[in-house]
């Protein structure tokens, strides 16, 4: 296969708002046909790229492109390619949901026939034909959502930008959002979902950025990720809480900090420096001692470890690279 | 999904579109008002109610010479209504700007003015139904047209420029503030502008040093070009001008709030 030019491709991206700025100089690029997750804190940019990106802001320095389309110079032309749903752009309550279509159709500027047929095919793929001539009103919280994320597939985008798209949803709409939207990606479209749920990343994601204070922190795949990290947590329950303070001196050789103790559970736990063969040095160490376990856990890194670990980095190498 | 073409049909006219979209979003509007119709039809009924009050507790005690009170009011009230119209256009785009739809709006290849052009076009079909239920209560309260078809069709002319004019203020209102509350805190500022006027009385009767705002400020103008177009040359003396003068005063005053207003409506919503 070729190497495929990035679907979206952002090149030092700047931009302010007073005296906040909200991307420091950011540079990504975003491939076609696949799921790729924004991850940050709240602030961190993520909006204000999202909305660079549907052409309701213009960066202050840099260049971003949308299928080759530059969104400063033409943004008609990138908005015939992208759909922008989720926080920042919704659907008419009061309007069914085929009249939202019909109405996203026509401002698509396709002819009323067309909108037509496209708002059916859309209701179809959304599984909504049955509530499609409801008003949005009475629709469950997911269904809304499916309509809200949808709506702009009418227009047959090239990339699908969704802004936190299960913000707000119950735990059920949330895994329906989320079999929705790979059932988008099998089909062939792009996502670019920002999010601050690292669960949802690592469901839905084939590639994650993670950007704070507007600059790109890491990315990778999920996997890649979480491999980087190189370490495992390992839980030991004791049978006797009064020992515990002579199991943490025991499995301290093993362990990246000192392991966290935790009294009234008789649970101690720790990072461990190296993956392979924690978890049976752990019990080896503990057995030499006389320390009778009742169980023992190794848990992988999840994104979450990631996040923390990156952004705790993060911030301490701008100290670094910025003395006072 | 990927693989089908990019739908960038360029418009042979962007006037064709702009127009189209209008209309798109302008259906929208209505529809939206027709399922939600609470607040459009307080605002609908509210100048015929406004009329046949004011004529009611009025008519007896104010002359105004050489015109009955009815027809001196009741262009008033179609003034009137194109404030209050113009309150729920702000508080129309207020709730869409919350809504996020303004967003989608502007993420998707619709001219950038239609949703503005279509709520200007939504709140003027409402205005002139609230109009023709003003005038229909007006003349079976005593109002008459007592000017020729034409200067009549001048006078439904000037009050869709008034209300197309006025529109871009109170979009400038409603995107500014994004909060249908703080819109409601403004009417005290509409109803100085509505009731310091020739409205209700000539302005004669007010306190002299109110004469100079009262008698120039522009629903007053418009009043006047109004009453001047509606009951023809026989009421120039009560309005103190020559029709052609009321009417370019009128037009002057549209083109100036238009121009001004659309300026800060359109830097207001490329910021939103």
Redesign the interface.
């Known amino acids: 296969m070729l190497a495929a030019e990035p679907i979206i491709d952002i090149a030092g991206v700047r931009k302010s708002f007073g005296r906040t700025t909200a991307l420091d100089g950011l540079s990504m690029q975003v491939a076609e046909g696949k799921v790729s997750a924004l991850l940050g804190a709240n602030g961190a940019g993520k909006t204000t790229l999202v909305r660079i990106l549907a052409t309701l802001l213009r960066p202050d320095a840099g260049r971003v492109t949308v299928a080759g389309i530059d969104v400063v110079r033409r943004p008609v032309a990138v908005r015939h390619v992208i759909g922008l749903a989720g926080q920042h752009a919704a659907v008419d309550q009061t309007l069914t949901g085929r009249e939202n279509l019909i109405m996203v159709a026509r401002l698509y500027r396709l002819p009323a026939a067309q909108a037509r047929q496209r708002s059916a095919e859309v209701l179809e793929r959304l599984s909504l034909t049955e509530a499609a001539d409801r008003p949005v009103r009475t629709y469950s919280g997911g269904m809304r959502r499916r309509l809200d994320v949808g709506a702009s597939l009418v227009g047959q985008p090239r990339v699908l930008l969704l802004d936190e798209p299960s913000a707000g949803l119950d735990p059920a709409a949330r895994l329906e959002l989320w079999s929705f939207l790979r059932g988008l990606v099998a089909q062939g479209a792009t996502l670019l979902l920002t999010t601050q749920q690292l669960e949802e990343a690592d469901h839905l994601a084939d590639a994650v950025t993670i950007i704070d204070h507007g600059a790109l922190v890491t990315e990778g795949t999920p996997e890649q990720l979480k491999a980087g990290l190189g370490y495992e947590t390992i839980e030991v329950a004791l049978a006797d809480p009064a020992r515990l303070p002579q199991a943490a001196r025991v499995l301290e050789p093993l362990a990246e900090r000192s392991p966290q103790t935790d009294g009234p559970a008789a649970r101690i736990s720790f990072r461990a420096r190296r993956a392979a063969g924690a978890l049976p040095a752990a019990v080896r160490l503990l057995d030499g001692a006389g320390i009778a376990v009742e169980d023992v856990t190794a848990r992988r890194p999840s994104l979450d470890d990631v996040f923390i670990s990156v952004l705790g980095r993060a911030s301490a190498g701008t100290a670094d690279a910025r003395p006072a | ?4 073409a ?4 360029p ?1 042979r006219l962007p006037a064709a ?1 702009l127009l ?2 209008t209309v ?2 302008a259906r ?1 509007n209505l ?2 008002t027709r ?2 119709p609470q607040t459009a039809v307080a605002a609908v009924t509210s100048p015929v109610l406004f009329l046949i009050l004011m004529r009611l507790v009025f008519a007896g005690a104010i002359h105004v010479p050489g015109m009955t009170y009815t027809d001196y009011l009741v262009p008033a009230m179609l003034i009137q209504n194109v404030v209050f119209g113009g309150l729920q256009s702000a508080t129309g785009l207020a709730l869409d700007v919350n ?3 303004i ?8 001219p950038v003015l ?1 949703p503005l052009t279509g709520r200007s076009l939504s709140d003027l079909a409402l205005q002139l139904l609230a109009a023709a239920l003003a005038i229909t209560a007006g003349v079976a309260v005593g109002f008459r047209f007592h000017a020729g078809a034409l200067s009549c069709l001048l006078a439904a002319g000037l009050l869709i420029l008034v209300s197309l004019s006025m529109f871009w203020l109170f979009a400038a209102l409603g995107i500014s503030t994004r909060n249908p509350e703080t819109i409601q805190s403004t009417t005290p500022v509409f109803f100085l502008f509505l009731f310091v006027s020739n409205a209700f009385i000539p302005v004669a009767t007010l306190p002299r040093w109110l004469q100079g705002f009262a008698a120039n400020q522009p629903v007053s103008v418009f009043n006047n070009a109004l009453r001047a177009l509606t009951q023809g040359p026989g009421a120039a003396p009560a309005l103190g001008h020559d029709t052609t003068y009321l009417v370019a005063a009128a037009v002057a005053w549209c083109a100036g709030i238009a121009v001004v207003f659309a300026m800060i409506t359109l830097r207001l919503y490329k910021r ?1």
Do not use: E, N, Q
Request: charged content about 25%; overall charge positive; hydrophobic content about 45%.
């Open positions: 999904m990927s693989t089908l990019v739908t960038a049909r418009d579109a189209a979209d798109v979003i929208r529809t939206h399922r939600t809504a996020g739809l967003d989608r709006f502007r993420s998707l290849p619709t239609a939103i």
